[in-house]
């Protein structure tokens, strides 16, 4: 019986609602399929400094070290809005990807058929839109030193933070972006300001070196990372696997998950290198979405995101497909079934809360199997 080991990491705001569901999940598959997977939990963000003066702990470090994966919510809130730079609620999440070496964030923007009218672009822009934004997550302006505020003692400060690129990190994720692109249109969009940047100059010469020696047979195209955002929104399905650094990533998967209705809907998944010993990679994942203060505590948010994350687990951690498709093609007629969460709310639909929505899908589910 294939048995693994998850560190879930609920957090802040709505990401012990989420959590709750994606546990309904898991549970299932305990029960109706052959795997095996055993939970801990630990806290992390605003949870772990109200706890004990940090994001992560030591602790909960050495748990997500030792799990198969780690199931992450969300952190942050206005509650921690003053806390000291280090130990604010993003800097446990932050910790968890440079030290696990996450450096593969793969996040799908892809647009249920039921969602198309839930975007801000005209239904024929998003329809059937399926592209997967890939970025770079353990180097960059993220972690780049110097990262401070000096005092020049004149009045005045300034302040630094540092992009920086090795050969060796750009080559690994250009890597993963070929391979990807294998197992989907073989197109590879790579994009950087190399107008502006010198760092970005570097980054579109690795890319294009991989291309040439190591995938020639793909295509490979560049595009500066103000026109990409551009294109996203007149054109999106022109693209099909965008790779980019860590902060043009964040700022483009935002943008890309907001096409296809909601923040709500997104999984992202985020993976180290294969040990050649034992065969693992460390992962991670978690929803897009944040901790969404504004609505948390009040049984709303949308639990597809992470629910969808845990599929993207049976994907990438478990080598599960089937159960990663009967998963997804679950979420895709809950949706059919005409109920939504406050976010996805269209005319005509029946709106419903945070569980009732995983039930629907657990239901979907069910049936699937009976
Ligand atoms: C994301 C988030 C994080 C990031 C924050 C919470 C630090 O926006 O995962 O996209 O900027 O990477
Ligand atoms: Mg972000």
């Known amino acids: 019986m294939p048995s693994f080991n998850l560190l879930l990491l609920p957090g802040d705001g709505i990401g012990p609602e989420v959590m709750k569901e994606v546990e309904k999940v898991i549970a299932w598959l305990n029960i109706n399929t052959d795997l095996k997977f055993e939970t801990e939990y630990d806290l992390v963000g605003g949870s772990a400094y109200d706890n004990h003066g940090k994001a992560i702990s030591n602790e909960a470090m050495k748990l997500a070290h030792g799990s198969d994966a780690v199931i992450f919510g969300a952190v942050g809130g206005p509650k921690w809005d003053s806390v000291p730079f280090d130990v604010r609620p993003e800097a446990g999440l932050l910790r968890l990807r440079?030290?696990?070496?996450?450096?593969?964030?793969?996040?799908?923007?892809?647009?249920?058929?039921?969602?198309?009218?839930?975007?801000?672009?005209?239904?024929?822009?998003?329809?059937?839109?399926?592209?997967?934004?890939?970025?770079?997550?353990?180097?960059?302006?993220?972690?780049?030193?110097?990262?401070?505020?000096?005092?020049?003692?004149?009045?005045?400060?300034?302040?630094?933070?540092?992009?920086?690129?090795?050969?060796?990190?750009?080559?690994?994720?250009?890597?993963?972006?070929?391979?990807?692109?294998?197992?989907?249109?073989?197109?590879?969009?790579?994009?950087?300001?190399r107008n502006v940047m010198i760092s970005g100059v570097f980054w579109n010469q690795v890319v294009t070196h991989i291309h040439k020696t190591e995938y020639p047979e793909m295509e490979l195209e560049h595009i500066l990372a103000d026109a990409c955002a551009m294109q996203l929104?007149?054109?999106?399905?022109?693209?099909?696997?965008?790779?980019?650094?860590?902060?043009?990533?964040?700022?483009?998967?935002?943008?890309?998950?907001?096409?296809?209705?909601?923040?709500?809907?997104?999984?992202?998944?985020?993976?180290?290198?294969?040990?050649?010993?034992?065969?693992?990679?460390?992962?991670?994942?978690?929803?897009?979405?944040?901790?969404?203060?504004d609505i948390s505590g009040k049984g709303i948010a949308n639990p597809i995101a992470e629910i969808a994350s845990f599929a993207m687990a049976l994907r990438y951690s478990f080598n599960r497909p089937l159960e990663a498709d009967l998963i997804e093609s679950s979420i895709s007629s809950a949706l059919d079934r005409n109920i939504r969460t406050p976010d996805i709310m269209q005319d005509g639909m029946e709106k419903i809360g945070t569980s009732a929505m995983a039930d629907a899908i657990i239901e979907e589910m069910n049936s699937r199997i009976n």
Request: charged content about 30%; proline content about 4%.
């Open 98 to 193: 440079k030290e696990l070496d996450l450096f593969a964030n793969l996040r799908p923007a892809i647009c249920y058929k039921a969602l198309a009218d839930a975007s801000s672009l005209k239904r024929e822009l998003v329809e059937g839109l399926d592209i997967l934004i890939l970025r770079e997550l353990t180097g960059g302006v993220y972690f780049g030193e110097p990262k401070e505020i000096i005092d020049l003692g004149n009045g005045q400060k300034k302040a630094i933070d540092t992009q920086v690129y090795h050969t060796h990190e750009i080559e690994r994720i250009a890597r993963v972006a070929f391979e990807l692109a294998k197992t989907r249109k073989g197109k590879v969009t790579s994009t950087e300001k």
């Open 233 to 293: 929104v007149r054109e999106p399905k022109q693209f099909d696997l965008i790779v980019a650094d860590n902060l043009f990533g964040d700022i483009l998967s935002d943008e890309a998950a907001m096409l296809t209705g909601s923040m709500g809907m997104l999984p992202s998944a985020s993976l180290g290198s294969l040990d050649e010993g034992t065969k693992k990679r460390n992962a991670m994942y978690e929803p897009v979405h944040g901790s969404a203060p």
